[in-house]
Nanobody, 119 residues
Framework: QVQLVESGGGLVQPGGSLRLSCAASGSISSIYSMGWYRQAPGKQRELVATITNGGNRNYADSVKGRFTISRDKAKNMVTLQMNSLKPEDTAVYYC?????????????WGQGTQVTVSS
């Protein structure tokens, strides 16, 4: 089992920045990938960015060049630096962790943190 706790959401004006953090606890050694997803009202949850244990990063096209995902394995944390925010970035942002034990993979989610971009 892995527990994820997000922090750092809030209200920001267009063009502003926010930094989201996610702290992982529990079966940390089984994690092979962490990331961020988001869900806007009336829309499906979508990938924002992921990072593997090896440091490989993957970004949604809509956030490339604006968002940066990083991971501190020593602190069991993943962060999402969001710059040049747009109103369309408004959503609940969820931290995600994927684990593998033997041949069994599992997916864990945080409780979500609201990001609102508005003037």
């Amino acid at each position: 089992q892995v527990q994820l706790v997000e922090s750092g959401g809030g209200l920001v004006q267009p063009g502003g920045s926010l930094r989201l953090s996610c702290a992982a606890s529990g079966s940390i050694s089984s994690i092979y990938s962490m990331g961020w997803y988001r869900q806007a009202p009336g829309k499906q949850r979508e990938l924002v960015a992921t990072i593997t244990n090896g440091g490989n990063r993957n970004y949604a096209d809509s956030v490339k060049g604006r968002f940066t995902i990083s991971r501190d394995k020593a602190k069991n944390m993943v962060t999402l630096q969001m710059n040049s925010l747009k109103p369309e970035d408004t959503a609940v942002y969820y931290c995600n962790a994927r684990t593998m034990v033997a041949v069994t993979t599992s997916v864990y989610w945080g409780q979500g943190t609201q990001v609102t971009v508005s003037s």
